[in-house]
Each structure stands twice: as C-alpha cells, then as structure tokens.
C-alpha cells in the first residue's frame, strides 16, 4: 500500500529560486475527480505517469503511481475532462525534506504553491523563509479542483468552495 502524506503552502516571495535543485514542465489531465477516487495522467518531462489517489484524509490518502508509455499519455490527455493543467516544478532537497515548488501556467497563471512530501502526519517541518501561508485543507488548491474553478475565476469572486 502506498501512502502520500503532504502539506501544501503559498509562496511568499522568490528566495526559494537560489536552492533550486532541478526543474521540468508537467502536463496533467484527471480521468476521474471523484474526491473518493482520482485517476490522473501526466506528462513529465518525457515520461507518462498514471496516477490513482484516494480520498484525503487530514494530510494523507492513498496514492499508486505508475510509468505508462509516453504516447499513452499524450492519448490518455486527450480523453481527461478539460482543462488540462499546466505547470513548471522546481526541486528543493532541503535536509530530509524534498519541496516541490509549482508555478502554474494556462488557466491557473499566478498561482504559486508548495508543497513538501513527509514520511509522517506529526512529522515537524522548519518552514523555510519563502513560505507564507498553509494552504494544506484548502480544497480550492487541489490540482482536481483546479481544472473546475481555475485561479483566474477566483479574483472575479466565482469561486464556490
């Protein structure tokens, strides 16, 4: 069983760009966003990657991810309830801890998040210099809600989370 245990954070400026590790762009589409259940296909880098997650509960949920043939996924994308999300991750190594910083792009440009993968739920993390808020219970910042109330919706007041 494998188990993804998160939290998720807005940026407060861009003193993370100097401990940068590695970069590249993802292309994401949802197959299913059941909150219960979603099935997501990405394109990363040159990898394709499909991934099942089930329902989040606290900072944790399920999540099973395999390597699919590239050209699946570039197919797969085309089959995903529109839009498509688009966005460049940075990589931090910070200690123990890996962030994962997101600036999306498309529909969502503008927003910034970050997020850090723990071994534990009571795990303790140094927040860095660069992280203003969590955001982690905030559905609003699910990648699945995304694709239904973008981040350009927000500032005219439509969302309805």
Do not use: H
Request: include cysteine; glycine fraction near 4%.
């Amino acid at each position: 069983m494998a188990k993804e245990i998160e939290r998720k954070f807005l940026l407060k400026n861009e003193n993370w760009k100097t401990q940068v590790d590695k970069s590249f762009t993802i292309k994401q589409g949802y197959l299913s966003t059941n909150p219960e259940r979603t099935v997501r296909i990405r394109i990363k880098g040159k990898k394709g990657i499909l991934t099942i997650k089930g329902i989040t509960k606290g900072i944790s949920r399920l999540e099973y991810e395999y390597e699919i043939p590239f050209q699946d996924a570039i197919e797969l994308l085309d089959l995903c309830e529109q839009p498509i999300i688009e966005k460049e991750r940075y990589i931090i190594i910070d200690g123990k801890l890996k962030w994962e910083i997101d600036i999306f792009e498309g529909i969502n440009k503008g927003l910034e998040l970050a997020e850090v993968e723990l071994e534990s739920e009571d795990q303790k993390v140094n927040l860095p210099n660069w992280i203003e808020k969590e955001v982690t219970s905030d559905k609003r910042y699910y990648n699945s809600s995304l694709i239904k109330m973008p981040f350009k919706d927000w500032k005219n007041n439509k969302c309805s989370f």
